[in-house]
């Protein structure tokens, strides 16, 4: 069984910052992307980060220059530093691995943690 535990989640003022973690476990043969998404309430998901095994990132336009999306491949923890945090990125936030177990590959989700931006 595969399991994504997220953790880092918590309340900020605006400019502040928040770093997420999120550690895949289980019977896993090797790890392509991991991602980070987020929901706000009334709204859908909505793709935050990506970054492949290769280590290559992409974001979406409303973060880019304030997050950062990080991999340590040893640990199977994908991070996401974000700095500058403003009120609209509030959100719960979802880490997503695409991951192989034996021969199947799988897109595995955690459970999400709040991110809540307020004075």
């Known amino acids: 069984q595969v399991q994504l535990v997220e953790s880092g989640g918590g309340l900020v003022q605006p400019g502040g910052s928040l770093r997420l973690s999120c550690r895949a476990s289980?019977?896993?043969?090797?790890?392509?992307?991991m991602g980070w998404y987020r929901q706000a309430p009334g709204e859908q998901r909505e793709l935050v980060a990506r970054?492949?095994?290769?280590?290559?990132?992409n974001y979406a336009d409303s973060v880019k220059g304030r997050f950062t999306i990080s991999r340590d491949n040893v640990k199977s923890t994908v991070y996401l530093q974000m700095n500058s945090l403003k009120p609209e990125d509030t959100a719960v936030y979802c880490c997503?691995?695409?991951?192989?177990?034996?021969?199947?590959?799988?897109?595995?989700w955690g459970q999400g943690t709040q991110v809540t931006v307020s004075s």
């Open positions: 997503n691995a695409n991951l192989q177990v034996g021969v199947t590959l799988y897109d595995s």
């Open positions: 289980g019977n896993i043969f090797s790890i392509n992307h």
């Open positions: 970054i492949t095994s290769g280590g290559r990132t």
